[in-house]
């Protein structure tokens, strides 16, 4: 071994591979447990001494397979924590290693990951949303800035969304997402009332001091 | 119901054949690894492993004490 981490990255590789005896040990245990539990099924009733002594090796089989896999787990929990006296934080905790389905605490610790993930997926929302306020609002500006002087077009402002929208934070998202829509509506109504408006201008070049410039584009 | 019952037994032994092999592989690298430690963590998974080693023998027996009565149950029925 040149290295601690070389240790540690072999240690780990044992207590892995054990984790994986400890199944594999749960597993003969629970062959030997259903052959003892048939044994006693085959032997109600009977007092012959090989059916009673087949009964009581296989149930000494079955708890002795269960003795195999909590010395492997066991061993492992050891070496687990011998990984994290040489290299703290190094081995994955112990907690559910050997164990095939979630536990309490995990299912709530994964319940927390994805509130998690909505409350930043809905914060993203938010921002989304307010960013498609700016753009009506620059678009609006940007209608003014261009729009050909002597015409009464008016542009309608769209107002950005409030930062903090008074709802629940699960109603949020869906609140947003349908104030974005409308707000991306009414900059498409506003880019069409500007074209529209543009090509009347285009049409009546005498009306439109700066119709010179777009002429040449048509 | 007996013959079944052996069925599960030698199931049961094929998985714990397999999980020694791959237990003593483990054992031999796990010894390599912390090779001369003193420290009591490593001490107590040593002393972990070397009685597993000791129970997958005594499983083994069990297992084939079972077996045989199973078997000698069955003729004696005829």
Do not use: W
């Amino acid at each position: 071994m040149s290295s601690v981490g070389d240790v540690v990255a072999q240690l780990r590789e044992v207590v892995d591979r054990l984790d994986r005896t400890v199944v594999a040990a749960g597993r003969a245990q629970t062959d030997l447990t259903d052959g003892h539990a048939t044994f006693t099924r085959a032997g109600q009733g009977s007092n012959h001494p090989k059916i009673r002594l087949a009964i009581t090796e296989s149930d000494t089989a079955g708890a002795k397979a269960g003795r195999i896999s909590r010395l492997l787990a066991e061993a492992a929990g050891h070496l687990a924590t011998y990984i994290n006296i040489i290299a703290p934080g190094a081995a994955p905790s112990r907690e559910s290693a050997t164990h095939s389905g979630p536990s309490g605490e995990e299912l709530v610790r994964d319940a927390a990951k994805r509130a998690s993930i909505f409350r930043k997926a809905s914060r993203a929302t938010t921002r989304n949303a307010e960013q498609v306020g700016d753009y009506a609002k620059s678009f609006a500006d940007f209608i003014d800035a261009v729009r050909p002087k002597g015409t009464t077009s008016q542009v309608q402002r769209p107002e950005a969304p409030p930062a903090n929208p008074p709802h629940a934070p699960g109603d949020t998202a869906q609140s947003l997402a349908v104030t974005a829509a409308v707000l991306v509506a009414g900059a498409l109504h506003l880019f069409d009332r500007f074209m529209q408006k543009r090509k009347e201008s285009r049409d009546r070049p005498e009306s439109t001091p700066r119709s010179d410039s777009s002429h040449g584009e048509g | 119901m007996v013959r079944q019952a052996v069925q599960a037994m030698h199931a049961g032994q094929r998985t714990l054949e397999a999980t020694a092999t791959d237990a003593a592989d483990i054992t031999r690298l796990a010894k390599l690894t912390v090779y001369d430690s003193k420290h009591p963590e490593v001490e107590k998974a040593m002393a972990c492993l070397r009685e597993a080693e000791r129970e997958f023998d005594l499983t083994r027996r069990r297992i084939a004490a079972t077996v045989e009565a199973a078997n000698d149950f069955l003729r004696a029925l005829g």
